[in-house]
């Protein structure tokens, strides 16, 4: 009982945001024909209302009783709606509560709520959906109005009443516009005086609401409508039942609900036995927004990993972009045939999995199919407000010890850590697993003023990447250094099916080396012999020993004892259930969440 009555109550605080919210954006909306600026921080305001009613509206309402999933997602959608509540307090919560007959109303209840305590408060029934499930925000007619209404006075037409009841319908009407005449005057001075204050709340509104959005993979993940232990089948029942509504389809797609569902819709076609043709069509029904870019002419034409360049459209126009080849090398046409697969699923899933549902990844712009050169090329952006230059990767800066300018910075370690554990989980909650996690697939792009962005990682080079349980049919362990990220289960020479256990293992690895700023080259390097000529011969004892042992030894002394304590799980995990349980092993990334300090306002 406690479990339901923990999300009824976080279903008040939603409200409690929503109505406020709803206040702010409507109080804009009765000055907004006055001001340009005003109309975009009323378009502003409305998505950001329409993000938490939907969220609520098709997370939190209706909850099954009892369900113990719940707490794997609860806490974290009810921070980021404390985060908005306190944001609201310095004094819109006290303007909505003087002037929004509503939120007033809905205070009481609230109060009561909160009152109570955890496990104490009953809520009102859900059977009027009316009354409590929360609604998606319109222009509603005084907004529409308020510009003339402020101006033209009450409405003095008599329809052809007689005079008693058009005097009475007159006293009535005067005083209706007296107050109306009121209220909307207070709300345009409140927008027009105070704008500033508005767009500072707004900023921070979207930077908070885009950790929520953040959270739909994990709330998908453990939620009883839509996990993804059911089939797609089903999935998609599920969802077309609950998007029959434009408005609800519309709130769906604002938090990311419908783009996780196509992502795993791209998952599971990955490990079906479709012909190629089949397969290819039922790819091509799953729309993704890149662009066929066959035409283009791509420089640099030749690079082993992502680099920076330029891309000349079919007009000659000039593009700043950075280019990844990934190609097929290879007579046998059934090799080739699965390459290309992989590929074009590597390429949807890029595309759909995007910020910020997904952090830190580089916005994918479009291909071209080089088959002739027998390889693809994926064209990405530059993150907004970034250098167009070649960006480091992390092992670089490592391996340059202290000359690249805040790399061992404790704070600017503790950043990158956090964003890479991040993007790693987002990944996991959708089932996929990256495969090639490594110090040189961790990249860091300078802002504007050749400032290193350390709290803004991405992470790239998907070249191995493929659905969780999928076959490899080439191996990245193949490459020596990419061979000390590997889990020793994928060293040996008939390895298993990657799976997420393989990616924590190579997680752990990069986390180890950023808290010991030290490369795996170097940790590996350090334990081994030397010839007479001074080379390093082959390591003594496996990485794995290497690493588990200066985990404990030296990185509780730098990074702390829950860091030190999260690495060493990710580098010891053998446990076979991680490998096909992506809820455990976003649990696992957890731990490392948790033991970063927060750097983000999300």
């Known amino acids: 009982?406690?479990?339901?009555?923990?999300?009824?109550?976080?279903?008040?605080?939603?409200?409690?945001?929503?109505?406020?919210?709803?206040?702010?954006?409507?109080?804009?909306?009765?000055?907004?024909?006055?001001?340009?600026?005003?109309?975009?921080?009323?378009?502003?305001?409305?998505?950001?209302?329409?993000?938490?009613?939907?969220?609520?509206?098709?997370?939190?309402?209706?909850?099954?009783?009892?369900?113990?999933?719940?707490?794997?997602?609860?806490?974290?959608?009810?921070?980021?709606?404390?985060?908005?509540?306190?944001?609201?307090a310095g004094g819109w919560t006290r303007l909505a509560l003087k002037y929004d007959h509503d939120y007033r109303e809905f205070n009481e209840i609230y109060t009561k709520g909160v009152e109570s305590g955890e496990g104490q408060f009953v809520p009102p029934s859900y059977q009027n959906q009316d009354q409590w499930l929360i609604k998606g925000v319109s222009h509603s007619d005084s907004a529409?109005?308020?510009?003339?209404?402020?101006?033209?006075?009450?409405?003095?037409?008599t329809n052809n009443l007689r005079t008693s009841d058009n005097q009475e319908t007159d006293h009535f009407r005067f005083s209706r516009w007296k107050n109306s005449f009121k209220d909307k005057y207070t709300r345009y001075k409140f927008a027009a005086w105070d704008k500033k204050r508005i767009e500072t709340t707004l900023t921070q509104m979207e930077e908070i609401t885009d950790g929520l959005k953040r959270l739909t993979g994990l709330v998908t993940l453990h939620h009883p409508k839509y996990s993804p232990h059911k089939t797609q089948k089903v999935l998609r029942e599920t969802l077309d039942h609950i998007l029959v509504s434009p408005s609800m389809h519309h709130a769906a797609d604002r938090i990311g609900l419908i783009n996780h569902a196509n992502i795993q819709q791209v998952i599971e076609l990955s490990d079906d036995d479709a012909s190629a043709e089949e397969h290819q069509n039922r790819l091509d029904g799953i729309r993704i927004s890149v662009s066929d870019l066959s035409g283009a002419s791509l420089e640099p034409e030749q690079c082993k990993k992502l680099s920076a360049g330029s891309m000349k459209d079919t007009k000659g126009t000039k593009h700043d972009v950075l280019i990844e080849y990934k190609g097929w090398a290879s007579d046998d046409q059934d090799f080739i045939v699965e390459r290309r697969r992989d590929i074009q699923i590597l390429l949807h899933v890029l595309a759909l999995a995007q910020p910020p549902f997904y952090p830190n990844l580089l916005s994918l712009r479009g291909y071209v199919d080089e088959e002739a050169d027998q390889r693809y090329a994926f064209v990405f952006d530059y993150p907004?407000?970034?250098?167009?230059?070649?960006?480091?990767?992390?092992?670089?800066?490592?391996?340059?010890?202290?000359?690249?300018?805040?790399?061992?910075?404790?704070?600017?370690?503790?950043?990158?850590?956090?964003?890479?554990?991040?993007?790693?989980?987002?990944?996991?909650?959708?089932?996929?697993?990256?495969?090639?996690?490594?110090?040189?697939?961790?990249?860091?792009?300078?802002?504007?003023?050749?400032?290193?962005?350390?709290?803004?990682?991405?992470?790239?080079?998907?070249?191995?990447?493929?659905?969780?349980?999928?076959?490899?049919?080439?191996?990245?362990?193949?490459?020596?250094?990419?061979?000390?990220?590997?889990?020793?289960?994928?060293?040996?020479?008939?390895?298993?099916?990657?799976?997420?256990?393989?990616?924590?293992?190579?997680?752990?690895?990069?986390?180890?080396?950023?808290?010991?700023?030290?490369?795996?080259?170097?940790?590996?390097?350090?334990?081994?012999?030397?010839?007479?000529?001074?080379?390093?011969?082959?390591?003594?004892?496996?990485?794995?020993?290497?690493?588990?042992?200066?985990?404990?030894?030296?990185?509780?002394?730098?990074?702390?004892?829950?860091?030190?304590?999260?690495?060493?799980?990710?580098?010891?995990?053998?446990?076979?259930?991680?490998?096909?349980?992506?809820?455990?092993?976003?649990?696992?990334?957890?731990?490392?969440?948790?033991?970063?300090?927060?750097?983000?306002?999300?």
Not at 148 to 157: D, E, F, M, Q, V
Not at 520 to 531: E, F, I, P, Q
């Open 384 to 602: 907004p407000d970034s250098l167009h230059e070649q960006p480091l990767s992390l092992q670089d800066i490592i391996k340059s010890g202290t000359s690249v300018k805040g790399g061992a910075n404790l704070e600017n370690r503790f950043k990158v850590a956090l964003q890479l554990a991040k993007s790693v989980a987002a990944l996991h909650t959708v089932g996929w697993v990256h495969e090639s996690i490594c110090s040189d697939s961790v990249i860091i792009f300078k802002d504007a003023e050749s400032k290193v962005v350390y709290e803004k990682p991405y992470l790239v080079n998907f070249e191995f990447s493929r659905p969780a349980g999928s076959g490899t049919s080439y191996a990245s362990a193949a490459v020596e250094d990419r061979r000390l990220y590997q889990h020793p289960d994928r060293l040996i020479p008939s390895p298993p099916k990657y799976t997420k256990k393989h990616d924590l293992f190579s997680l752990g690895v990069v986390l180890l080396e950023i808290g010991l700023w030290k490369t795996t080259r170097m940790m590996c390097d350090a334990k081994g012999s030397r010839s007479a000529d001074g080379n390093t011969t082959r390591t003594l004892c496996e990485p794995r020993d290497v690493y588990l042992a200066l985990a404990k030894e030296d990185l509780g002394g730098r990074m702390g004892e829950g860091y030190q304590e999260a690495v060493i799980s990710l580098l010891s995990e053998t446990t076979a259930s991680y490998g096909s349980n992506s809820g455990a092993s976003v649990e696992m990334i957890k731990k490392v969440i948790n033991a970063c300090p927060r750097f983000d306002p999300s």
């Open 144 to 157: 529409e109005q308020s510009s003339s209404n402020l101006i033209s006075g009450p409405s003095t037409r």
């Open 1 to 88: 009982m406690a479990e339901v009555l923990g999300a009824d109550l976080v279903i008040l605080i939603a409200r409690d945001v929503y109505l406020v919210a709803k206040w702010t954006y409507e109080t804009v909306s009765v000055a907004q024909r006055h001001s340009e600026h005003l109309t975009q921080l009323q378009e502003r305001l409305q998505a950001q209302v329409g993000i938490i009613a939907g969220f609520t509206h098709l997370f939190l309402t209706n909850l099954p009783p009892n369900d113990p999933d719940t707490r794997f997602w609860l806490p974290d959608v009810r921070q980021k709606l404390r985060k908005l509540q306190d944001l609201f």
